[in-house]
């Protein structure tokens, strides 16, 4: 008879009861959150003097962005991809986004003995065969996977190397499932939007992002798609090198480069004035690619890169800016396309009455609480889909009462226009952080404009933007 292993039987309980843990640990620490929100607006409400209140916010947003960092944090896996979605200037109190934005690329990282494992197993040889150096510290650990430095034997390029965190895809979609539950309560109680139909999007795009041979097409095909596209692609996408790729292990060209979240310390070590005008036109440079690039894809080809958070994206020489990480991209229906060109177009021309009929068009059901909703409606359609934020506003405040989704419900919203919701406010963030108000529907005008054209929903004496498409970014820039 074989001797009991206890070892073994406790590490196979406290597996299968993972998920049930980190689910409690979930709602415990969220309830705490929202509970606390709830019980300051009734504190605050008795309290006259505004600056009084607006001491009081700030110190409940700082009391709340340490127990939201905790929770991310101490979790890791999904919650680590929504502090990078709510920690931006736009959208969370200033508190939060000091507090979440040093989240990016701080996943635990998986020791170097089951990288090794990992990579040997996937490509089928062993590392100090395939590699002449591989730094065993990565360059940075995500949610997902971890990359390394690397170089091949007989090369002379560095490399990166991709490697997927083993056993981190259950627990993710355990993290989906809670969030999707507190998404419905949140709907039916506070935020007067379907979130429910958001969560779903997210599910179906971090399953396809455990998928390396999947993104390694989606590089190659963004990468082509830019090349061709323009005499110089806006923005630099790594080169692959495609008999390298496997489900967990995908090898690609190193890009050197700084995060743009060190942008401001780089600037200021090379004694530049974070103020002045070289720097002015730097951040400019950098917005203008990210949106001219994001524009031809969303609205020229329909595929596109969508997870333009900091942590993926890298400025390089001369301000050009590099793309990274394509685990999350999005094929947009040519009806959704071109329903959001023709949204595009609305809010560019300040067209009240196009942007009702966009929204319509789109599938986006509303429910108006207002007087003027025309008015309301469009401000709902630039607050969710262009980057300048509405005359007065600073940030996005969905519990306040003049906030558009508390006077216009949205009942129903498409999932797969998640990606576009999600990349437009990306966008948002990084340009609030680099100090710049812009609209992109201003900048993806003449891009809207081509793409309903080819298409028949408008004739060639009807386009407004012929003939002046290369100067329109630079005004829209310095317009502000």
Known sequence: MSSFNFKEFQDKLSYHFRPWQRSFQFWVRAAEIYAGYKAFQVRVSFVKDVQKQDAMWERQHELA??????????LGGFFLKVAQVVGKPDLAPAAWVRRLVTLCDRAPATPYDTVQLVVENELGRSVSEMFETFDPDPLGSASIAQVHRARLRGDKDDVVVKVQHPGVRDLMMTDIRNLQAFALYMQKTDI????????????KQIGFEFDFAREADAMERIRRFLY??????????????????TRKVLLMEYI????????????????????GKIAATAKQNI???????????????????????????LICKGSEVALLDYGQVKDLPDNLRLGYARLVLAIADNDHIGAAESYRELGIETLSKCEDEQKEMFKLAQTMFDTKLPPGVVMLQPFSEDSSIKKIAVRAFPEE??????????????????????SCAEQWRPIAEDALYLAGRIKDKDRKTKGRRRHLLRRSFHRE
């Open 256 to 275: 050197d480069g700084i995060p743009i979240l060190n942008l401001g310390d780089e600037i200021a070590k090379r004694g530049i004035n974070p103020g």
């Open 417 to 438: 226009l998640f990606s576009v919701l999600r990349t437009v406010h990306l966008l948002r963030g990084l340009s609030v952080g680099l100090g710049i108000n812009y």
């Open 65 to 74: 962005a340490e127990k939201i960092y905790a929770m991310c944090s101490d």
């Open 287 to 313: 917005l203008k690619s990210l949106t001219l690039a994001y524009g031809q894809m969303i609205l020229k080809s329909g595929f596109f890169h969508a997870d333009p958070h900091p942590g993926n994206i």
């Open 228 to 245: 061709k596209n323009n005499t110089k692609s806006p923005v630099l996408v790594p080169r692959l090198l495609p008999d390298m790729v």
């Open 192 to 203: 007067k939007f379907d979130l429910f139909s958001i969560t779903k999007e997210m599910e």
